[in-house]
C-alpha cells in the first residue's frame, strides 16, 4: 500500500468512528508560545544551564520541557529567565523503571502473539510497557506524577509515552526497522493480557483473544482508546489536585494517533497538548503542519491550547520559521521544539520573528 493510500485509509477509519472533521478556525488572537523539550541530565553547572534558558528566553520561547537532571536547579534556572518549567516524565514506558519491572512483572503489555514487553520488547529495547488497564497500575503512576507535582518549583507535569506500542510505526520509519504495516500485525498489537481481556470480556461478553478479525472490531479498538484516557483522567486529577498544570506530547492528530498508538487525546481533560508533528516521519512537506494544526484545533472541544511540536533535524532555520508560522495561521497557540540542543543560533532567530 502507497503512502497516500494508507493516509487515506486512516482518514476514513477515524470519520467512521466519529471523530470530528477538520472545520475553518475563527476567534480572537493570542500570544503565540514558544516551548522547547530539554534532556536535563547533561552534566552542566546551574550557571551554564541559567546561560541556555536565558538564550531561549530572548528569543521569544516561554517555557521548557524538561526530563532527567536536578528538578531545583533546572527549575531555578528556568523560573531566573523568565521561563515557566514542566517536568517532562515517561509514563507508560517503563524502560528504567527497574522496581516495577523487577517487582510487577504482569504489569507489562501482552501482544496478541502472547509476548510480554518486558520480555520482548517490540521494535527496540526500550520499549517496556505497562498496562493502563489495570488498576494497580494507574494508582502508581497517580502516585508517580503526584509527588513530581508536588514539588515547588515545578509549573507543570509533561506527559510522555502516554500511549501504547505503536501497532503501526509512520510510515517514513518503515524502511528504518526493515517493515511493511499496511496492516496490524499481531507482534505488535496490544494489549492482551489477562485483565484486558477479563474487562473487555465482562463489557462485551467476548474475549479479543477469540476474535477473528481483532484490528477490524470496533468495540475492542474503542476499550482501548477509553481505557488509555480512564488513564489519563486519573493522572489529571492527580496533578491538578495540586494546583499544578498537565500537559501531554501526543501524535500528530487524532485521526492518526487513534490509529496507530490508540490515544483518543482529543477527549482527555489536559490543560494542554502538544502534538509531535514530525512531518518527516510522514513523509509529508513541512505545509502538511498546516493541516495537521487545524486537525488537532478543531478536534478539541474543550479548546485547551494545542502547541505544534516541530521536529529540528528535519527543519532548516527558514523552514522552521515557516513551519511556526503555518502553525500560527492555522489555529496553533504555539510550538514546541525537539529539542534544545538543536536550536541553533539561526533557528532560534526565525522563531523570534514569528514570535514577533
Known sequence: MRRREFVGTVAQAAAAVGVVPIKSMAGPSRT???????????????????????????SGITGVLVSGGDTAILADAAHASGLTFHRWLWILNRNGDAWA?????????????????????????????????????????????????EHPGVDGVHLDYIRFSDVILPIGLWEKYDLVQDREHAEFDFCYCDVCRATFQAQSGVDPMTLDDAPAHLAWRTFRWNTLTECVQ???????????????????????????VRQAWDRWPLDAFFPMQYHSF??????????????????????????????????????????????????????ACFEMEGLTDAHLARLAEVFA
Request: charged share 20%.
Open 32 to 58: 503565540f508560545a514558544g516551548w522547547t523539550w530539554v534532556h536535563g541530565g547533561r552534566e552542566r553547572e546551574p550557571a551554564e544551564w541559567r546561560e541556555r534558558f536565558a538564550r531561549l528566553r530572548e
Open 101 to 149: 519491572q523487577e517487582h510487577h512483572p504482569e504489569w507489562f503489555t501482552i501482544s496478541r502473539n502472547g509476548d510480554s514487553t518486558l520480555e520482548k520488547p517490540p521494535y527496540v529495547g526500550y520499549y517496556k510497557w505497562v498496562c493502563p488497564t489495570r488498576p494497580p497500575v494507574r494508582a502508581y503512576l497517580q502516585d508517580l506524577v503526584g509527588r513530581v507535582a
Open 234 to 260: 486519573g493522572l489529571a486529577r492527580a496533578v491538578h489536585a495540586r494546583g499544578k498544570t498537565i500537559t501531554a506530547a501526543v501524535f500528530p492528530t487524532p485521526s492518526i494517533a487513534r490509529q496507530l
Open 282 to 335: 510522514y513523509e509529508e512537506p513541512v505545509s502538511w503542519i498546516a493541516e495537521a494544526t487545524r486537525a488537532g484545533v478543531s478536534a478539541l472541544a474543550s479548546g485547551a491550547p494545542l502547541h505544534a511540536g516541530l521536529y529540528l533535524p528535519s527543519l532548516t532555520p527558514d523552514e522552521l520559521g515557516a513551519a511556526a508560522q503555518l502553525a500560527r495561521d492555522a489555529g496553533a497557540a504555539g510550538v
